[in-house]
């Protein structure tokens, strides 16, 4: 009979580096299955994507999975969607690297900022309500 604490429900924050990109993975498969999209995770970056979502009708996306919503210049013109659970842990965010990037430009200041300039990438720990309500149309729940 398995211990009882191996069916504990795991706290997010207790949980290192890997666990939480395994943790994500398998929480945003579950919200993509109902989509009707199959995944699988890749052993290592191809084409810049952590996993390739299949649709039903064939069509498949190529996803980089984040912990929270990053622009970077070398997903640029690569066709990869990005990735993220929702904060408030109800369900996550799919959208078009390139098309929410033009629209961060342009709506946000991160041109002049140190780190897209020099680093060529940009990340919001908590967006604030601009970006919040702009991205609510790619959540998926």
């Not at 199959?38 to 994507?49: E, I």
């Not at 629209?103 to 041109?111: A, D, F, P, S």
């Not at 300039?117 to 919040?132: A, E, F, H, R, T």
Request: glycine share 8%; with cysteine.
């Amino acid at each position: 009979m398995p211990e009882q604490n191996l069916f504990s429900k795991v706290q997010y924050s207790q949980l290192n580096k890997r666990q939480r990109e395994n943790y994500n993975f398998q929480k945003i498969s579950g919200i993509l299955a109902d989509y009707g999209y199959v995944t699988m995770r890749l052993n290592d970056d191809w084409q810049g994507a952590d996993f390739i979502a299949q649709h039903i009708s064939g069509s498949f996306l190529k996803v980089q999975l984040k912990g929270r919503l990053e622009i970077n210049k070398k997903y640029i013109g690569k066709e990869i969607w990005m990735c993220f659970p929702a904060l408030d842990g109800d369900g996550c965010y799919l959208f078009s690297h390139d098309e929410v990037k033009d629209w961060l430009l342009k709506n946000k200041k991160v041109e002049v900022s140190k780190s897209w300039s020099q680093s060529g990438v940009y990340s919001w720990g908590k967006p604030d309500i601009l970006i919040q309500d702009f991205l609510e149309v790619h959540r998926l729940k």
